[in-house]
């Protein structure tokens, strides 16, 4: 994303926008970059590193997400990313870097302590009797966090089942469906209900963030559960 900054501003700086299509970085963006020339010797140099920049990033994103991908689908992570593959917006990557963020969902006896390890629970200030409640603790896993609040924003849409999220159930048990598909069902229904009352679209976001790990908490102990019974 920074490298992409760096080569988007000096472009904006030199006055040249891209009116091929709607959205930046597709491949057809791609193809317009290479047709830049620009007459200063030095702003070439420059729009060519970067440009060299954004495509060594791209590179080195494609094989980390090529090794997580076949990481995945070995032991011990097979079955647990399976089952996070299983809720709305958690693919491969996403199941990975929650896993590999908590290590053992079973250090949390409960859905809220595993909420305030990733800094979702609401701050308080107490004086005497009084309480109040203020914005997100943000005191945990910062970067786990911010996956969480990205994969919320998948809740903001009516409730289903698309063909992508279809796939990733195939063969997948049916009490983690069940559990994906009841945290569908309530965290959209939350996000409207939420933002029809007047409440900002971040906030709400937030706000199924948390609710959402009570529900990742619960399949984990569940998968846990049915591996190990005794």
């Known amino acids: 994303m920074r490298a992409r900054h760096r080569l988007s501003k000096l472009l904006l700086r030199r006055g040249i926008h891209y009116t091929a299509g709607k959205k930046a970085w597709t491949d057809t963006?791609?193809?317009?970059l290479g047709t830049l020339r620009f007459e200063n010797p030095?702003?070439?140099?420059?729009?060519d590193?970067?440009?060299l920049a954004v495509e060594q990033a791209m590179q080195r994103i494609e094989q980390i997400e090529a090794?997580?991908?076949?990481?995945?689908?070995?032991a011990p992570y097979a079955a647990p990313v399976g089952w996070l593959r299983c809720f709305r917006g958690i693919d491969t990557v996403a199941a990975m870097t929650l896993i590999a963020e908590v290590h053992d969902f079973r250090r949390f006896d409960s859905p809220l302590q595993l909420m305030a390890y990733f800094g979702l629970t609401p701050s308080e200030h107490s004086s005497g009797e009084s309480k109040k409640r203020g914005a997100i603790t943000k005191t945990g896993n910062t970067h786990a966090r911010r996956l969480l609040v990205e994969v919320s924003?998948?809740?903001r849409h009516r409730a289903g089942v698309g063909k992508g999220l279809r796939e990733r159930r195939?063969?997948?048990p049916a009490w983690a469906i069940a559990v994906a598909d009841k945290s569908q069902q309530r965290l959209c229904r939350r996000y409207q209900r939420l933002t029809a009352a007047g409440k900002a679209p971040q906030?709400?976001?937030v706000a199924v963030a948390r609710e959402l790990v009570g529900f990742i908490w619960s399949a984990m102990r569940e998968g846990d559960r049915q591996q190990n019974p005794t």
């Open 29 to 32: 963006y791609h193809k317009w």
């Open 42 to 47: 030095i702003d070439q140099f420059v729009f």
């Open 49 to 51: 590193q970067s440009r």
């Open 67 to 74: 090794e997580l991908q076949r990481v995945s689908q070995s």
């Open 153 to 155: 924003w998948h809740y």
């Open 170 to 172: 195939q063969g997948q």
């Open 203 to 205: 906030k709400a976001a």
